[in-house]
């Protein structure tokens, strides 16, 4: 059975950092790409990063970018989203997805909001 458990998200003040955890099992976790994608009450899906752990491919938004940092831990089926400088505006739930890592060789490389798992996702609310 494939898993994407999300962990870490929670409530920090403005300019406040918090590291989000997605354990992954049931697939090859080097074979794809793990994605952040972030929702808004009310609003559509937004993609954050992807790291793609078989080429070391990162990406990231550009909204998010210099602020999180997207990570991975082979050994133990993990990723990791570390946020820093946190905007009342990244106030949403948050989502860890996988996508074949097809999708991520070559010149190509997937950013949209499409994948084949999900997890059940963690809520960051930034607010003093």
């Known amino acids: 059975e494939v898993q994407l458990v999300e962990s870490g998200g929670g409530l920090v003040q403005p300019g406040g950092s918090l590291r989000l955890s997605c354990a992954a099992s049931g697939f090859s976790f080097v074979d794809y790409g793990l994605s952040w994608v972030r929702q808004v009450p009310g609003k559509g899906l937004e993609w954050m990063a992807t790291?793609?752990?078989?080429?070391?491919?990162?990406k990231y938004a550009d909204s998010v970018k210099g602020r999180f940092t997207i990570s991975a831990d082979n050994a133990n089926n993990t990723v990791y989203l570390q946020m820093s400088s946190l905007e009342p505006e990244d106030t949403a739930v948050y989502y860890c997805?996988?996508?074949?890592?097809?999708?991520?060789?070559?010149?190509?490389?997937?950013?949209?909001?499409?994948?084949?798992?999900w997890g059940q996702g963690t809520q960051v609310t930034v607010s003093s």
């Open positions: 790291i793609y752990s078989y080429t070391s491919n990162i």
């Open positions: 997805a996988a996508k074949p890592g097809i999708f991520y060789m070559g010149d190509y490389f997937y950013t949209g909001s499409d994948y084949d798992y």
